[in-house]
T-cell receptor, first 113, second 115 residues
Framework: DAKTTQPNSMESNEEEPVHLPCNHS???????IHWYRQLPSQGPEYVIHGLTSNVNNRMASLAIAEDRKSSTLILHRATLRDAAVYYC??????????????FGKGTKLSVKP | NAGVTQTPKFQVLKTGQSMTLQCAQD?????MYWYRQDPGMGLRLIYYSASEGTTDKGEVPNGYNVSRLNKREFSLRLESAAPSQTSVYFC??????????????FGDGTRLSIL
């Protein structure tokens, strides 16, 4: 499995931006980097994925370093509903011959009102 | 806008009982998956169906069987439940099986306790 490093936990205030970092230094190839999140008592939820450049969608933005060895998930204005565990999944942990997503421990994001 | 729907949401079984977990997706996806998640652990793939008419074992298939009933539905069966199968079960789907440009979409899970 590709090794990823994410902070165990982060805190944010409501309506402030949040930058969630991930190091995936062993990344190789030209496959996508994915981010998922899991809210309490819910299933994992796809957030965003990207290849080499910044990506935006309605949920978040993804900034990928030029060497692709790190990425940052950006929530522009955190809400209480964004409190969740966020998982960064590099290509080697994504799919493959069995379609299996390999989730690490992720970053537990707390949002304070 | 249902996405992936799992039933039931909660279930308690006695050891040795059988049960089928149901999963349906309305996104016209070709591939479907069953995972289990134990406390403090990541997801582990039980079985998957890359396309309608095919099923294959994942990482932890022992004690389970699956049926891809049609393109929409993928069920997971426990023939003789054991306490070690107490877990939260998630069904997921993706448009196609291979290719890292294919997000997986998950249901909200079935919380299964076996006494």
């Amino acid at each position: 499995d590709a090794k990823t490093t994410q902070p165990n936990s982060m805190e944010s205030n409501e309506e402030e931006p949040v930058h969630l970092p991930c190091n995936h230094s062993t990344i190789s190839g030209t496959d996508y980097i994915h981010w998922y999140r899991q809210l309490p008592s819910q299933g994992p939820e796809y957030v965003i994925h990207g290849l080499t450049s910044n990506v935006n969608n309605r949920m978040a933005s993804l900034a990928i370093a030029e060497d692709r060895k790190s990425s940052t998930l950006i929530l522009h204005r955190a809400t209480l509903r964004d409190a969740a565990v966020y998982y960064c999944i590099p290509p080697l942990n994504y799919g493959g011959s069995q379609g299996n997503l390999i989730f690490g421990k992720g970053t537990k994001l707390s949002v304070k009102p | 806008n249902a996405g992936v729907t799992q039933t039931p949401k909660f279930q308690v079984l006695k050891t040795g009982q059988s049960m089928t977990l149901q999963c349906a997706q309305d996104m016209n996806h070709n591939s479907m998956y069953w995972y289990r998640q134990d406390p403090g652990m990541g997801l582990r793939l039980i079985y998957y169906s890359a396309s309608e008419g095919t099923t294959d074992k994942g990482e932890v298939p022992n004690g389970y069987n699956v049926s891809r009933l049609n393109k929409r539905e993928f069920s997971l069966r426990l023939e003789s439940a054991a306490p070690s199968q107490t877990s939260v079960y998630f069904c997921a789907s993706s448009r196609i099986f291979t290719g890292s440009n294919q997000p997986q979409h998950f249901g909200d899970g079935t919380r299964l306790s076996i006494l």
